[in-house]
Every structure is written in structure tokens, then in C-alpha cells.
């Protein structure tokens, strides 16, 4: 629990990951209001460490069992008091008084339970993990509803948004009419879809504003990323899919915009740097200094553009808008094939227009049922993998 009022103790999931990363680097800044208390890891032991010996972390926790006994001697060989767990540990370490913050940034449904834990343990719950929403979007909102949790997002348009809300999420009053999610396009943007036959995973991931982990540089690649965020919206702020809008905007600098019933637009604009959103949120509702410098417009080009979308050429932003009129469980499909597929994708076991085409025979093959409880979409979810991991190894 917090020594005092004002230190926030916070839990850092995906801790060696990019959104790790920039969270620790807002956290440093602030030691008297902040402390970064759990520090959790897939497997990168290494990496997660160095981070220890950086942070001195009450606890290190690392998913992959077989790497706990590394953990714990280099710990002991650093003489830190850190103590280490392995990922069975970490709900229960999320849902105790080691944090009173979490940064879900665990890249996939991976993050699902430790995000879950979060919200039922009523935490201040900085979500990036934007998978477990789409995955179980209505459980997660009502699991923090129920549990008391506060969520700020940090996905950066959605972080956004919350800004131009000033922290009110779904709050019925009828005065959104519209919000826009503006998207980068991609390092393809203007490309037909022929051209992207033989693109290579390098230039895939060569994001052109934002520096972010492989999966989700494919998605932005593919517009997939947008079409996750449009549901993951949806559930953020209550709106349906038809009063949310995606738009084109090159420079990355409006990082999307609300509209309102009175004919007021408000947007939220800043350099594409994530400690911006993380520093609103670990200091929620005050602001702290995050290391980004102010937006110069001039120095930046002094034009805003903007265009709508290709979904012919990028036809995984049409896929996640349809998947999110279906409902049940084809978002969970649409999650779960687009994992999968992503990673071969990274791995070169696939090209990269059989992403949506992967994605699109999940769908096909997997129709929505009612998504009433956990179980039900985690079952989406297996079956969705399996498919889509035979539907690679046939045509392989
Ligand atoms: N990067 C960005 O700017 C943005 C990211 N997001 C979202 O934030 C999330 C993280 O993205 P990003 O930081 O780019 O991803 P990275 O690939 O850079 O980092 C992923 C992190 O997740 C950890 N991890 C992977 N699997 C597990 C697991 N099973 N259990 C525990 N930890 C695990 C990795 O650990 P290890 O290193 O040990 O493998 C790593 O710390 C994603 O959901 C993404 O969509 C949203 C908006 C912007
Ligand atoms: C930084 C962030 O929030 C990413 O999700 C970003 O939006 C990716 O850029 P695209 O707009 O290209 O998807
Ligand atoms: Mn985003």
C-alpha cells in the first residue's frame, strides 16, 4: 500500500516492452509521486533485470516458468531484495496491496487475466493492452464498474479522447454526437492492395511515426490496429460503430477528435511520443511533466492532412467494423485469427495479405454466438487459433 497519500505504487505489465519502457521512463522522473513496485515480463529475463537493478521493484514477476530460477539468481547475484514470481503469481500479486496502479501493456490476450484481475481488485488501471477489450470488451468494463477500478486509457487515441472528456467515460448525458480515431496509414498508406504481395516483414514494422513492438506495428500495417481500436472504443466510451469514425492523418500530431451535440469538435494534438498518455494517466487528474516537449506546428510542417481510409487496400479496418455489428463473439475471432496470423506473418510462415484473408475465413467459418461469460469467448478464442493455425499449415 502506499507509504503516503500522494505515491502512487504502480505495477508495470509488459514492463521490458515499448509502453514498459515509456511507462518506467515517466515513473523516473517523478519519485516522489510515483514508485514502480511490480515489474512483470514474458520471458525476456535479461532485459527484465536490468530493469530490476534500474527500479528496485518489490517484486519481479516472469510468465515463462522455465525462466524463474534465472530470474532469481541474478536477482540474488545483484544483492536486490526484489523477490521474483513466476506468472501464476501475478493476479494475485496485481489484486494485493503491492500496487495501487497497473500499466496493463502485455501484448495479446495474454493480458486478459491480469487486466481482469485489475479491474475486479478496483485498481487505477492504465489500459493499453487494447486486445483484452476487444477479446471481452462488456466483462472488462463491468468487472472495473463493479470492482470500483478507474480506467484511463493509453492507447493514444483513446487517451485522447479521455482528455477531450476531461475522465468521463459513458456517462449517458447524450452530448457525444461523434468521435474520430485518426490513424497514421501505415507505412503502405497509398498503396494498392496488389502491391503489398511480397512486402517484407522489415518494412512492415518500419512504423513512420510511432516506435512500437512488432505486433502491433503489423497491425497499424494492416489498419487492423485502427479497426481494434474503433472496438475498443466502442466499449470505452459506449458509443455504437456507426458514431465512430476513422480518419487519415499522416502527421500523427491529432491524435483523434470528439465531436459534440452543439456542433463543438474537440481534439487533442501533441508530438507521437506514448509518455504523453502514460504521464496523464499515472498522474490522473493532475498533469506531470513526461519528458515529451511541446508542439511546435510551424516545426512540424505546418500542415494537418487528412484522407479517409483504403479498405480495399487494407480491408482489416472493414473486417473489425463488421465483426463489431455481429457482436458475441466475433470480435474474439477477429482477435484471435489476427494473432495468430500476425505471427506467422513475423515468423515468415505466411505473407502479408493472408492476414485478412486469414482473419475473414475465421470469421466465416466461426459465426458469433452470445459472448455471455468468460468461458464462451475463451472458447471463441481456442477455436479461432486452431483454425487459423490449419488454415496456415495447409497452405504452407
Ligand atoms: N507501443 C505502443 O506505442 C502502443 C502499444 N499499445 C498496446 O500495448 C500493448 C503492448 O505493446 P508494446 O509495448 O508495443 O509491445 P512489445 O512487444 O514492445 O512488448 C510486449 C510486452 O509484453 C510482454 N509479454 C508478452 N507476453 C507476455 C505474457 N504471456 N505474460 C507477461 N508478459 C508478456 C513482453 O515481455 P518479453 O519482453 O519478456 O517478451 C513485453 O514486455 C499491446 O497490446 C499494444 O497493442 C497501444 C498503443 C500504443
Ligand atoms: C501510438 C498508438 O496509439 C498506436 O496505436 C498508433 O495509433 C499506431 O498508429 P496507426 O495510427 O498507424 O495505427
Ligand atoms: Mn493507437
Request: charged share 20%; aromatic share 2%.
Amino acid at each position: 500500500m502506499s507509504t503516503s497519500s500522494s505515491l502512487r505504487e504502480v505495477a508495470v505489465l509488459g514492463a521490458t516492452g515499448s509502453i514498459g519502457s515509456s511507462a518506467l521512463d515517466v515513473i523516473a522522473r517523478h519519485p516522489d509521486r510515483l514508485r514502480a513496485t511490480v515489474l512483470a515480463a514474458g520471458r525476456n529475463v535479461e532485459a527484465l533485470l536490468e530493469l530490476c537493478r534500474r527500479h528496485r521493484p518489490r517484486h519481479a514477476v516472469i510468465a515463462d516458468g522455465k525462466a524463474l530460477p534465472a530470474l532469481r539468481e541474478g536477482l540474488r547475484a545483484a544483492a536486490l531484495d526484489t523477490q521474483a514470481h513466476a506468472g501464476d503469481a501475478l493476479d494475485a500479486l496485481i489484486s494485493g496491496d503491492a500496487c495501487d496502479t497497473v500499466v496493463a501493456a502485455i501484448v495479446g490476450a495474454a493480458g486478459l487475466p491480469s487486466t481482469l484481475a485489475a479491474a475486479r481488485a478496483g485498481k487505477r488501471l492504465l489500459l493499453a493492452n487494447k486486445e483484452s477489450l476487444v477479446l471481452a470488451g462488456e466483462l472488462l468494463m463491468r468487472a472495473a464498474h463493479e470492482g470500483g477500478a478507474t480506467i484511463v486509457p493509453i492507447d493514444s487515441e483513446h487517451n485522447a479522447i479521455f482528455q477531450c472528456l476531461q475522465g468521463r467515460q459513458d456517462d449517458g448525458s447524450g452530448e457525444v454526437s461523434r468521435i474520430t480515431l485518426t490513424a497514421s496509414g501505415g507505412p503502405f498508406r497509398g498503396r494498392d492492395r496488389a502491391s503489398l504481395a511480397n512486402v517484407t516483414v522489415e518494412q512492415a514494422v518500419a512504423h513512420p511515426k510511432w516506435s512500437m513492438g512488432p505486433k502491433i506495428s503489423v497491425d497499424s500495417a494492416t489498419l487492423m490496429n485502427k479497426g481494434l481500436e474503433v472496438i475498443e472504443a466502442h466499449h470505452l466510451f459506449g458509443l455504437p460503430g456507426d458514431r465512430i469514425g476513422v480518419l487519415v492523418h499522416p502527421q500523427s500530431l491529432v491524435h483523434s477528435l470528439v465531436e459534440f451535440i452543439d456542433g463543438s469538435t474537440l481534439a487533442q494534438l501533441g508530438l507521437p511520443d506514448m509518455r504523453t498518455a502514460l504521464a496523464v494517466g499515472l498522474g490522473w487528474p493532475r498533469r506531470l511533466e513526461s519528458g515529451v516537449a511541446g508542439l511546435d506546428l510551424l516545426a512540424e510542417g505546418g500542415r494537418l492532412e487528412f484522407e479517409p481510409p483504403d479498405t480495399d487496400a487494407f480491408p482489416c479496418l472493414r473486417l473489425a467494423f463488421e465483426a463489431l455489428a455481429a457482436g458475441g463473439t466475433a470480435p474474439a475471432v477477429l482477435n484471435a485469427a489476427n494473432e495468430v496470423a500476425v505471427s506467422a506473418f513475423l515468423q515468415r510462415r505466411t505473407g502479408f495479405l493472408s492476414i485478412p484473408a486469414l482473419v475473414e475465413d475465421a470469421l466465416e467459418a466461426l459465426p458469433p454466438v452470445a459472448a455471455d461469460c468468460l468461458d464462451t469467448l475463451a472458447e471463441a478464442d481456442a477455436r479461432a487459433r486452431c483454425h487459423t493455425e490449419a488454415a496456415i499449415a495447409h497452405h504452407a
